[in-house]
């Protein structure tokens, strides 16, 4: 019997979750290990650079939406693509070099936040969705829409690692 497409992209999203909590056990090969959650396997700068300028293939939004675990809107929101820009790209099968690295981004804190919590998928996520204190009451996947907020978001995390809940 031939395996379903959504059990085979639920197998793709638990290897790229389980690969990065090994890296999480074992230490990343790279910075940029976060791209793992976009099912990217070159942690090489030039490399990466390079993908961002081209414009990351649209399955790696997929591939995020995923591994999040958030409704595609929600998805979409983080990462600050519209709805319908998002269905073109979808089509052309490539996203814009913005709007790849806005997914690099959202990438990126999203690894921090699963740094945060050990791995532990939803406990990350129900972070990201929540109201923080620290963050003025802003639910840090809102704040993270921008590279300034984003920083913020990391920040906070950085801090909550050390103890500080300011």
Known sequence: MPRSATATK???????????????RRGAPSPHAYVILLGLHSYDLPDLLRSVRKGLPYKAFE???RNL???PEEAMAFVDI???????????????????????RASRVF???????????DAAVEWLTAPITA???ARPIELARTEVGAR???ATIGRIEDGVFS
């Open 63 to 65: 591939r995020f939406v």
């Open 82 to 104: 519209p709805r319908r820009t998002a269905h073109r790209r979808k089509r052309e099968g490539r996203l814009q070099p913005d709007e790849s690295d806005r997914l690099l």
């Open 10 to 24: 639920a197998e793709e999203s638990n290897r790229d979750l389980d690969e990065f909590r090994l890296f999480l």
């Open 135 to 137: 963050l003025g009451g």
């Open 111 to 121: 690894a921090r936040a699963l740094e945060l919590f050990d791995g532990d998928r």
């Open 152 to 154: 913020e978001v990391e």
């Open 69 to 71: 675990s958030l409704s």
